[in-house]
């Protein structure tokens, strides 16, 4: 039988729980350690899951020789950290949303990972989902024709809370790390990372955190718009408009799993609907799974050059607001 990839999950906090559900759902996946700042957290989280090693520090999971791939589930200010201890120890690794807090970061990441030859990928599940690779699939068969206008929202509603880690600039909050890294890696995927121009306008508040934004893109023959925010209820739907037709997903776009394709009179053609075998997250963790085993160092679906030209936008855009983050001494 082939050995099972040993999981080591890094902070205990609410998408850790998700995550670790899924490692547990695939078959050739074994959540084998984690590691949370407090050594009973870790030991809880453990107990919750059947997790075989527990750990009071980060640097433990990281130096256990067991572990095969490191899921890295902290806040985003501390993701290069953390991402670090992690290639020190000569891990692979996986990091949540959005990677890092900018490009500067992502850079020395990537060239610690070339380096030591080891796998790195940014936890982006929604290009891993079935019914994203279906879109992929009609768009390169030309089932829409040649694209003009893409829509995709992602807004979540949450109270303020100066404790919660969206709110804090020190955390790396705001909603475009957070919520709005959906939408634009969900345009570029299709559209690409060059965009003519960019308009852009954000609502700082919290902390001192973008509280919501909206942007526009401009490519040579196409449109993208995008509304992200904390504070806006949205549908949190995606379409893709083509010439011959278009592509609808159901909300909310980047985990549903269905998605709808119309001709260009909007009459329905076809949908896909694969459900989840799990929660969604089991997609990327068979991914990641599987380029480890072939020996690949970048994800297929989700290479890291692409979370590096999403980081890139996102720098451009947070400029553009003259917002930085304190760890950035100046507007990036
Ligand atoms: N893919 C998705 O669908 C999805 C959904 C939600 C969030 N995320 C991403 O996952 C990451 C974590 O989000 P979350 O919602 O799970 O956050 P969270 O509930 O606040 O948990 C973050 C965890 O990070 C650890 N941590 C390390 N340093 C910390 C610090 N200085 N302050 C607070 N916590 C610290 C803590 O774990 P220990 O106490 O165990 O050390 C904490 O429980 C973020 O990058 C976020 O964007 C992804």
Known sequence: ??????WGILATGKIAHTFAKAVNSVPDAKLYACASRN???????GSLYGVEKSYGSYEELAADPNVDIVYVASPMSCHYENVKLCFKH??????????TLNSAQLEELISIAREKQLFFMEAMWMKCLPAFL????????????????IRADFSNPVEFDPNDRLFRPELGGGALLDLGVYPISFVTAFLGFEP???ISSANIGGLGVDMDEAVIMKYKNAYASLVSGFDIENENRAVIVGTEGRIAFDPWFFCTDTVRLYDKSGRFKEESVTPHLCNGYEYEVTEAQKCIAEGRKESVLNPISDTAGVMKLMDRLRKDWNFHYPEENAII
Not at 1 to 6: A, C, D, L
Not at 90 to 99: A, D, F, P, Q
Not at 134 to 149: H, N, P, Q, R
Request: with cysteine; proline share 2%.
């Open 39 to 45: 050594a009973q957290k870790a030991e809880e989280f």
């Open 90 to 99: 000569n891990k692979n690794v996986l990091c949540e949303k959005s990677i």
């Open 196 to 198: 003519e121009k960019m």
């Open 134 to 149: 279906k879109a992929k699939e009609w768009v390169s068969d030309g089932k829409i024709g040649e694209i003009k206008a």
């Open 1 to 6: 039988m082939p050995k099972k990839t040993n």
